[in-house]
Antibody
Framework: QVQLRESGPGLVKPSETLSLTCNVS?????????WGWIRQAPGKGLEWIGS???????RYNPSLKRRVTISVDTLKSQFFLKLTSMTASDTAMYYC?????????????WGQGILVTVSS | EIVLTQSPGTLSLSPGERATLSCRAT???????LAWYQQKPGQPPRLLIY???SRATGVPDRFSGSGSGTEFSLIISRLKPEDFGVYFC?????????FGQGTMVEIK
């Protein structure tokens, strides 16, 4: 059973950079899957942020591409999200998840999510 | 990007009834790469269906998916009280992957 857990700050100031970590356990991050980040604004729908393969190959949502960097540390079985120039509209629950089939879904294992609020 | 529109916005049904949820895409979904998720309050989404009609591991057979091209459906054949929640469709055949806005299923 794949387990994922997000960690990072719950509060970020406007214009700052968000840095989140997803820890993957009970599964090798090298096992031929993409690993993704998805977010959900309060009371809203889901937005795909991007994904990464164990070799570092990435895919990003064009709407966020200039602000997003996703990276991976296979030795620690972790992957990371950096989102720059945060604004109130980036307030959301951020999930990490395993991509079952391709590069942007479907996602069969999810972390519980971390709520990130952007406020001064 | 492909926009997915789900209907209805809310379904209010009794246990044992059949629920039909719709997901319409603005253009054809490549390889019918369409998934359905269930989300309950305070929980991450749970994958139910992928490839338009394949059930994910552990999903009861009362959940079924169908459709192709731009029109897709999720059917819950006999609703159980635990089936309440919001259901999202997602296309992953074209980048960026996109989600519908959700259908809330309420149990009467």
């Amino acid at each position: 059973q794949v387990q994922l857990r997000e960690s990072g700050p719950g509060l970020v100031k406007p214009s700052e950079t968000l840095s989140l970590t997803c820890n993957v356990s009970d599964h090798s991050i090298n096992n031929g899957f993409y690993w993704g980040w998805i977010r959900q604004a309060p009371g809203k729908g889901l937005e795909w942020i991007g994904s990464i393969y164990h070799n570092g190959q990435t895919r990003y949502n064009p709407s966020l591409k200039r602000r997003v960097t996703i990276s991976v540390d296979t030795l620690k079985s972790q992957f990371f999200l950096k989102l720059t120039s945060m604004t109130a509209s980036d307030t959301a629950m951020y999930y990490c998840a395993r991509d079952k089939v391709s590069t942007a879904g479907p996602y069969d294992y999810w972390g519980q999510g971390i709520l990130v609020t952007v406020s001064s | 990007e492909i926009v997915l529109t789900q209907s209805p916005g809310t379904l209010s049904l009794s246990p044992g009834e059949r629920a039909t949820l719709s997901c319409r895409a603005t253009e054809s979904v490549n390889s019918n790469y369409l998934a359905w998720y269930q989300q309950k309050p305070g929980q991450p989404p749970r994958l139910l269906i992928y490839g338009a009609s394949s059930r994910a591991t552990g999903v009861p057979d009362r959940f079924s998916g169908s459709g192709s091209g731009t029109e897709f459906s999720l059917i819950i054949s006999r609703l159980k009280p635990e089936d309440f929640g919001v259901y999202f469709c997602q296309q992953y055949g074209s980048s960026p992957g996109t989600f519908g806005q959700g259908t809330m299923v309420e149990i009467k």
